[in-house]
């Protein structure tokens, strides 16, 4: 069985940017419906030091996209996949 999509979000950001790339990310997974779990790095320090660590980016800001330990990407690369029609090789399904 392979890992869990995991999307790392803020659920306090104050960004508008950062929300709607949020909304639209789980919109997609919902729509093509992917098994993922959302991680609020707002409300769990632990979670921003794991997923800055796996980005490997210690200022990395959500969203990001994460397969387990592997960095899957940002959103402009998940937003490149879903316009290149390669979403489930970008993350890995």
């Known amino acids: 069985m392979s890992a869990e999509i995991q999307v790392y979000i803020s659920g306090s950001s104050g960004s508008q940017e950062i ?3 949020q909304q639209r990310i789980i919109m997609i ?3 093509i419906k992917c098994n993922y779990s ?3 790095i707002s409300s769990d320090s632990d979670a921003k030091d794991k997923m800055r660590e796996i980005v490997g980016d210690p200022h990395a ?3 990001q996209i994460c397969r ?3 960095y899957c990407g940002n959103y402009e690369a998940f937003d490149e996949a879903v316009e290149s029609e390669t979403l489930k ?3 890995g399904i």
Do not use: M
């Open 19 to 21: 929300k709607k790339k």
């Open 29 to 31: 997974l919902d729509g």
């Open 89 to 91: 090789e970008f993350l």
């Open 38 to 40: 959302q991680v609020d």
């Open 61 to 63: 800001l959500p969203p």
């Open 68 to 70: 387990g330990d592997s």
